[in-house]
């Protein structure tokens, strides 16, 4: 079994800051990239922000320069910093990962159970 907790999420003013992070745990081999991934209501999830095991990242457009994204692989962590927020940010995060649980077996994605984050005008 594999879980996939994330804590941060709240409520914020327009130009604040927020920290999301994302713990794996379970029957975990190794961990391929993790990312954010966000949904406000009535659109669709959209790639937020990922991070390869290498460090390698990349960003939505719309994300650039205001969130960092991060990882630390001793704890199969990722974090990410939301800084100058907008109204538009407003949805909810969910955190992915891609893992393998066995030397045999191929990667596959988990998903977290999602954490809103609203910011207000």
């Known amino acids: 079994q594999v879980q996939l907790v994330e804590s941060g999420g709240g409520l914020v003013q327009s130009g604040g800051s927020l920290r999301l992070s994302c713990a794996a745990s379970?029957?975990?081999?190794?961990?391929?990239?993790m990312g954010w991934y966000r949904q406000a209501p009535g659109k669709e999830r959209e790639l937020v922000a990922i991070?390869?095991?290498?460090?390698?990242?990349n960003y939505a457009d719309s994300v650039k320069v205001r969130f960092t994204i991060s990882r630390d692989n001793a704890k199969n962590t990722v974090y990410l910093q939301m800084n100058s927020l907008k109204p538009e940010d407003t949805a909810v995060y969910y955190c992915?990962?891609?893992?393998?649980?066995?030397?045999?077996?191929?990667?596959?994605?988990?998903w977290g159970q999602g954490t809103q984050v609203t910011v207000s005008s």
């Open positions: 992915n990962a891609d893992i393998r649980r066995a030397s045999w077996s191929r990667y596959l994605a988990y």
């Open positions: 379970g029957s975990i081999i190794s961990i391929n990239a």
């Open positions: 991070i390869t095991s290498g460090g390698s990242t």
